[in-house]
């Protein structure tokens, strides 16, 4: 059974970092392309980021460009994202979810993320 | 990348047809055959319902189909049962390994 578990998220001040880990099992993780979509509260979803099966291609959506980074450990089975410099707009549920071709065929729970002073 | 229009809410009785509409762009939902469609009840992780315009995942009943035509893709939800009340959110392949949802459709079943 297709799992993946993250963690991570809690309550950080305007500016600050955090470090969101997914942990992926059932699957062969190195096989997979890999993604963050995120969930404002009460509002739509919104993709974050994408890294390749072998981590050689990385791409990030507009509004997270130059603060936040993907990464994996292949031999870890696991994904993550480090978040800098956070807003109060990155408020949301942050969900990895697995890359079956050009559309996400296993999430995650999510993992909630709040910018606040 | 601008979100893909969907309507806010659409409601039907049991065993009546719902079709949820998603409008993007020639730069999307037009240039790509790689529109998908969630399920998301609330509290819960999205579940994948629909992927490349019209195919289902194992398990999906055959109740739910999709279809596009030009810009604007749209998920049927036939024979209606009360556990499809949830929200939907379409997604379109935008390229260079982006992608960009929809705003959600709230789905009520009277």
């Known amino acids: 059974e297709v799992q993946l578990v993250e963690s991570g998220g809690g309550l950080v001040q305007p500016g600050g970092s955090l470090r969101l880990s997914c942990a992926a099992s059932?699957?062969?993780?190195?096989?997979?392309?890999m993604n963050w979509v995120r969930q404002t509260p009460g509002k739509g979803l919104e993709w974050v980021s994408y890294?390749?099966?072998?981590?050689?291609?990385?791409y990030y959506a507009d509004s997270v460009k130059g603060r936040f980074t993907i990464s994996r450990d292949n031999a870890k089975n696991s994904l993550y994202l480090q978040m800098n410099s956070l807003r109060a707009e990155d408020t949301a549920v942050y969900y990895c979810?697995?890359?079956?071709?050009?559309?996400?065929?296993?999430w995650g729970q999510g993992t909630l993320v709040t910018v606040s002073s | 990348q601008s979100a893909l229009t969907q309507p806010r809410s659409v409601s039907g009785s049991p065993g009546q047809s719902v079709t949820i509409s998603c409008t993007g762009t020639?730069?999307?939902?037009?240039?790509?055959?790689?529109v998908s469609w969630y399920q998301q009840h609330p509290g819960k992780a999205p579940k994948l319902m629909i992927y490349?315009?019209?195919k289902r995942p194992s398990g999906v009943p055959d109740r739910f189909s999709g279809s596009k035509s030009g810009n604007t893709a749209s998920l049927t939800i036939s024979g209606l049962q009360a556990e499809d009340e949830a929200d939907y959110y379409c997604?379109?392949?935008?390229?260079?390994?982006?992608?960009?949802f929809g705003g959600g459709t709230k789905l009520t079943v009277l």
């Open positions: 979810a697995r890359a079956a071709a050009l559309h996400f065929d296993y």
């Open positions: 059932g699957f062969t993780f190195s096989s997979y392309s």
């Open positions: 890294i390749s099966s072998s981590s050689s291609s990385i």
């Open positions: 020639s730069s999307d939902v037009g240039d790509y055959n790689y």
């Open positions: 490349d315009v019209s």
């Open positions: 997604c379109s392949y935008a390229g260079s390994y982006t992608w960009v």
